[in-house]
């Protein structure tokens, strides 16, 4: 016997609705660079994130120096698809190699509290028993957002190296996806601006 799902709607799964699709209109993600850089769309992705980066102030050029511990960076690159399947948008990330972090040099503190599922409806509960409103947000990108308090030096985005400085490295001044302090940077952050305006934590 065959019942209705107790969840609700389920929101159909992208991978099945590809076979409807034609795959020849949405480009494989690339594994490498160069594979990237062959394909307009992902050039045009990799051209936009650099935009945004520099428009966020992330990270600013610095010369190298021997006693620079420089971690890694590389690009990550995804099909951004719509519910039913077809392309919404290519998007290419620049991230950094957070592995290459060195314990007491890069970080220090990694801790960022995150609220349990159970908290999330207790409150949803109680609201809808006392007919309160409730408001939701999505910060895009939001890790990108914190600020970094320690001195971290990374690689420049693989074959995007500012051609005035092909030899610098980038000191990093807001938070990377890929950074072990990113999640923690991020809530520093948020949880200031909470503060700002009256909330308590």
């Not at 945004?52 to 600013?60: G, M, P, S, V």
């Amino acid at each position: 016997m065959v019942t209705r799902s107790q969840r609700g709607i389920v929101k159909p799964n992208p991978k099945y609705a590809l076979l409807s699709t034609c795959s020849e209109d949405i480009p494989r993600n690339p594994h490498n660079i160069r594979s990237a850089l062959s394909h307009p769309g992902w050039k045009a992705a990799m051209g936009e994130e650099l935009e945004a980066l520099h428009k966020n102030q992330t990270w600013q050029l610095v010369p190298r120096t021997s006693n620079m511990h420089v971690i890694g960076s590389k690009w990550v690159f995804k099909s951004k698809l719509k519910p039913d399947g077809s392309l919404d948008r290519l998007k290419a990330r620049v991230v950094a190699k957070g592995y290459h972090q060195v314990d007491g040099v890069d970080y220090i503190e990694t801790f960022s509290p995150v609220i349990k599922l159970g908290t999330i409806r207790l409150i949803i509960t109680v609201a809808l028993v006392q007919k309160w409103h409730i408001h939701q947000l999505d910060v895009k990108n939001a890790f990108l957002h914190g600020v970094l308090s320690e001195n971290i030096y990374m690689e420049q985005p693989p074959r995007m190296a500012d051609p005035n400085s092909p030899i610098h490295v980038c000191k990093l001044q807001k938070a990377l996806y890929g950074l072990k302090q990113a999640p923690r940077a991020w809530f520093d952050h948020f949880s200031s601006f909470l503060l700002k305006y009256g909330f308590f934590l």
